[in-house]
């Protein structure tokens, strides 16, 4: 299985950003996926997870209503859209697959398999 995350950057605090992970290897559209990050000597937190299906979703409290996560099943791809960003959003941003179709869990022990990371930096 392999993920590759993109669509980081340099973004102004209150602009926006799309991040993108395609997937390939597995069938995407049968598990859940889900958005951690990890800034500069902190531990990884959860951002978002979405079922199969798109039709759950669970957000970190820190990024409720300003982030969306969504799925395109056609092309083995999850987003992460980013809005009203904040400096505290600064973090290198991974996607993981998780081990069933409904497994939105804010742990980052039980998904199978990451991507590489995409940057984002946001300035005050």
């Known amino acids: 299985v392999q993920l590759q995350a993109s669509g980081g950057g340099l973004v102004q605090a209150g602009g926006s950003l799309r991040l993108s992970c395609a997937a390939s290897?597995?069938?995407?559209?049968?598990?859940?996926m889900g958005w951690f990050r990890q800034a500069p000597g902190k531990e990884r937190e959860f951002v978002a997870a979405i079922s199969w299906s798109g039709t759950r979703t669970y957000y970190a409290d820190s990024v409720k209503g300003r982030f969306t996560i969504s799925r395109d099943n056609a092309k083995n791809t999850v987003y992460l859209q980013m809005n009203r960003v904040k400096p505290e959003d600064t973090a290198v941003y991974y996607c993981a697959i998780g081990p069933t179709r409904y497994y939105l869990s804010d742990s980052a022990m039980g998904y199978d398999y990451w991507g590489q990371g995409t940057q984002v930096t946001v300035s005050s």
């Open positions: 290897g597995r069938t995407f559209s049968s598990y859940a």
